[in-house]
């Protein structure tokens, strides 16, 4: 492979910002959830990367075809790799992707088959664009891009910002993370935060049921989460975690009187050692996504409630891991049910496309 921008390339990213910037050089794209994906073509050759140089080609073998029919002979490709459902971006079934064994993901291809969003070109045939603004990248990529294959796309493009609301809100419900924001002006900087990005925000009580140690051995590193459903099981919704090294050590003594005889009568005592099992909500065992990685924890007595901030829901749980706002005492155990959360009702995905390409 022989092209003007090589791999590995550290993709442009976007600063977190609480509301829609408005500038006359400003234009708006939904934020897609699922995996950001460097794609190289060099004739037969098709590469697929992530974000963090990890290889992707193996993976989506689909995608690799399809794009070789969608791309010209030698480009540079920036977008996002999703699975489009009835129901919207399904972001778990992605991850079941990124299986060892290649049987797994030649069947998985066949059933679940990825779709790539494209959203910027960082070169084409001899020349490299990323020195240029991105009005002419996003002219040269709408031209470029050949959208008759099924499952690829180019990615929606308003410079209103009525628009860019209007998707924010309508369109949570199918899976987006929310809203980018870029200037027309600006060139490719690989690995800075040259974008910006509006994310959905919410807050919930939630039961704290346990807790996991911090990777480096000190300190807790996340909060183990549950909520109440309507028969009175505690569901595992995720985790609250990104404390700073200060934090983790003040919750190691903060927590300790919940630790005591905490699993006698705990709603998880029988996974307190078992393997999480695909589709599940066991806190427990070995990562389905990282292989080895260990997710064993440290059971609390169901007393605590904490406020926690989380994007939005996806199959019953926080899609993202949450972010402690502060502990609630205040409040007890039971009332942190499944009814507090906003959940957005599901938009047709395709009504997206449709309004573009009618506009």
Same mark, same amino acid.
């Given at each position: 492979?022989? =092209?003007?921008?090589?791999?590995?390339?550290?993709?442009?990213?976007?600063?977190?910002?609480?509301?829609?910037?408005?500038?006359?050089?400003?234009?708006? /794209?939904?934020?897609?959830?699922?995996?950001?994906? &460097?794609?190289?073509?060099?004739?037969?050759?098709?590469?697929?990367?992530?974000?963090?140089?990890?290889?992707?080609?193996?993976?989506?073998? /689909?995608?690799?075809?399809?794009?070789?029919?969608?791309?010209?002979?030698?480009?540079?490709?920036?977008? +996002?790799?999703?699975?489009?459902?009835?129901?919207?971006?399904?972001?778990?079934? %992605?991850?079941?992707?990124?299986?060892?064994?290649?049987?797994?993901?030649?069947?998985?291809?066949?059933?679940?088959?990825?779709? #790539?969003?494209? #959203?910027? =070109? &960082?070169?084409?045939?001899?020349?490299?664009?990323?020195? +240029?603004?991105?009005?002419?990248?996003?002219?040269?990529? +709408? !031209?470029? &891009?050949?959208?008759?294959?099924?499952?690829?796309? %180019?990615?929606? =493009?308003?410079?209103?910002?009525?628009?860019?609301?209007?998707? #924010?809100?309508? #369109?949570?419900?199918?899976?987006?993370?929310?809203?980018?924001?870029?200037?027309?002006?600006?060139?490719?900087?690989?690995?800075?935060?040259?974008?910006?990005?509006?994310?959905?925000? !919410?807050?919930?009580?939630?039961?704290? @049921?346990?807790?996991?140690?911090?990777?480096?051995?000190?300190?807790?590193? $996340?909060?183990?989460?549950? %909520?109440?459903?309507?028969?009175?099981?505690?569901?595992?919704?995720?985790?609250?975690?990104?404390?700073?090294?200060?934090?983790?050590?003040?919750?190691?003594? /903060?927590?300790?009187? &919940?630790?005591?005889? @905490?699993?006698?009568?705990?709603?998880?005592?029988?996974?307190?050692?078992?393997? @999480?099992?695909?589709?599940?909500?066991?806190?427990?065992?070995? $990562?389905?996504? $990282?292989?080895?990685?260990?997710?064993?924890?440290?059971?609390?007595?169901?007393?605590?409630?904490?406020?926690?901030?989380?994007?939005?829901?996806?199959?019953?749980?926080?899609?993202?891991?949450?972010?402690?706002? !502060?502990?609630?005492?205040?409040?007890?155990?039971?009332?942190?049910?499944?009814?507090? %959360?906003?959940? @957005?009702?599901?938009?047709?995905?395709?009504?997206?496309? +449709?309004?573009?390409? $009618?506009?």
């Amino acid at each position: 492979m022989d =092209l003007p921008v090589m791999p590995p390339v550290k993709p442009m990213l976007a600063t977190l910002v609480r509301e829609l910037p408005i500038a006359s050089e400003l234009v708006y /794209e939904p934020k897609w959830d699922g995996f950001r994906c &460097l794609v190289f073509r060099d004739g037969d050759e098709v590469e697929l990367g992530s974000r963090n140089d990890r290889p992707l080609t193996r993976y989506f073998p /689909e995608l690799a075809e399809l794009l070789a029919e969608a791309l010209p002979p030698r480009c540079v490709v920036d977008g +996002e790799i999703v699975i489009v459902t009835d129901a919207g971006l399904d972001f778990d079934t %992605l991850q079941l992707r990124l299986h060892p064994a290649a049987s797994r993901v030649r069947k998985l291809a066949a059933e679940t088959p990825a779709s #790539f969003v494209a #959203f910027d =070109l &960082l070169a084409l045939d001899d020349r490299d664009l990323t020195g +240029e603004h991105f009005g002419e990248r996003r002219r040269l990529l +709408e !031209r470029i &891009l050949d959208v008759a294959p099924s499952r690829v796309h %180019l990615t929606p =493009l308003s410079a209103d910002p009525d628009v860019a609301r209007d998707w #924010f809100t309508r #369109f949570e419900g199918a899976g987006f993370d929310g809203v980018m924001a870029k200037s027309t002006q600006a060139r490719y900087e690989q690995d800075r935060r040259v974008m910006w990005k509006v994310k959905h925000e !919410r807050t919930a009580d939630c039961v704290v @049921a346990g807790f996991r140690v911090h990777k480096d051995g000190e300190g807790v590193g $996340s909060l183990l989460l549950g %909520l109440f459903d309507d028969e009175g099981t505690l569901h595992h919704v995720g985790v609250a975690s990104g404390f700073t090294a200060a934090r983790r050590r003040e919750l190691v003594t /903060e927590l300790a009187p &919940l630790r005591q005889n @905490a699993l006698d009568h705990h709603p998880w005592r029988e996974w307190a050692a078992a393997h @999480a099992e695909a589709g599940g909500r066991m806190p427990g065992g070995l $990562s389905r996504w $990282s292989a080895g990685k260990d997710l064993s924890w440290e059971p609390l007595r169901t007393e605590l409630v904490a406020e926690v901030r989380y994007e939005h829901l996806q199959a019953g749980r926080f899609r993202h891991g949450g972010r402690l706002v !502060r502990f609630r005492p205040d409040r007890t155990p039971e009332s942190c049910t499944y009814a507090q %959360l906003e959940e @957005a009702p599901p938009a047709e995905l395709a009504a997206l496309f +449709e309004e573009v390409s $009618s506009s």
